[in-house]
């Protein structure tokens, strides 16, 4: 099999949007393992990883990094338990045009889909299981590996070449995503972006980060598709 296209989607806003759950079940998470929450409750998480935002709120509430490190392990553990129990199907929302557009690029059999998000991997699948859009993606780059998003493109290609002995390269690889950081994640390895404004970036600061292509949502399959394909 000739594999033409790697295709890279986020989750949060691109894929799905699931509102407060996460944040609530963070919030409980940092509680119980640090006595604290921070500004858990207000701070932006658009586009950005997991660990890092854990890392941040801690630390800006004044706790060492040592101490952040000590417990890591164990506030990941409780942050994805917690979510896990409280997020049912019905609290998730599948983004308009998501399912067809998954369906249509996974009969292209010269096309590899993977995820390229912030999420830890236990807690981003279960938001796919919940949506029955988890069968779709055989592997991806996750929060657990990498420190910052510009860190998953090449987690990601790595993986994909493990699998289908294909490198990809440059515009080979599709990165779509609902954020500057899809963004400017793309550029590392200068990768094609379609920058989609159905989280909480407008279509103008979108278009402002020079993706190649923003679209407003994904709803027209064919259109979608094309800029893929091309």
């Known amino acids: 099999m000739f594999m033409k296209k790697l295709v890279l989607f986020d989750i949060d806003g691109t894929l799905v949007r699931?509102?407060?759950?996460?944040?609530?079940?963070?919030?409980?998470a940092l509680r119980q393992t640090y006595g604290t929450e921070g500004d858990a409750a207000t701070r932006s998480f658009a586009g950005k990883m997991d660990g890092v935002i854990i890392h941040e709120?801690?630390?800006?509430?004044?706790?060492?990094?040592?101490?952040?490190?000590q417990k890591f392990e164990e506030v990941k553990k409780a942050y994805i338990e917690i979510f896990k129990a409280r997020a049912q199907k019905e609290h998730v929302k599948i983004l308009s045009g998501v399912r067809a557009l998954l369906e249509a690029l996974a009969n292209h059999n010269d096309v590899f889909l993977g995820l390229l998000t912030?999420?830890?991997?236990?807690?981003?699948?279960?938001?796919?299981?919940?949506?029955?859009?988890?069968?779709?993606?055989s592997f991806g780059a996750f929060a657990e590996?990498?420190?910052v998003r510009n860190d998953?493109?090449?987690?990601?290609?790595?993986?994909?070449?493990?699998?289908t002995k294909k490198n990809f390269e440059e515009?080979?690889?599709?990165?779509?995503?609902?954020?500057?950081?899809?963004?400017?994640c793309a550029k590392v390895l200068n990768s094609k972006?379609?920058?989609?404004?159905?989280?909480?970036?407008s279509f103008e600061a979108?278009?402002?980060?020079?993706?190649?292509?923003?679209?407003h949502d994904l709803s027209q399959t064919k259109h979608v598709l094309e800029l893929i394909l091309d």
Do not use: M, W
């Open 18 to 28: 699931i509102e407060g759950i996460s944040r609530n079940a963070l919030i409980d």
């Open 57 to 69: 709120i801690l630390y800006e509430s004044g706790l060492k990094i040592n101490d952040i490190a």
């Open 118 to 137: 912030g999420n830890f991997e236990a807690s981003g699948r279960h938001k796919l299981k919940l949506s029955d859009l988890n069968h779709f993606f």
């Open 145 to 147: 590996d990498g420190f």
């Open 152 to 163: 998953l493109p090449e987690v990601a290609v790595e993986r994909a070449y493990s699998i």
């Open 171 to 184: 515009k080979q690889v599709v990165i779509i995503g609902d954020t500057e950081h899809d963004v400017k």
């Open 193 to 201: 972006c379609i920058a989609v404004a159905t989280g909480h970036y």
């Open 206 to 215: 979108l278009h402002a980060e020079d993706p190649d292509y923003t679209l």
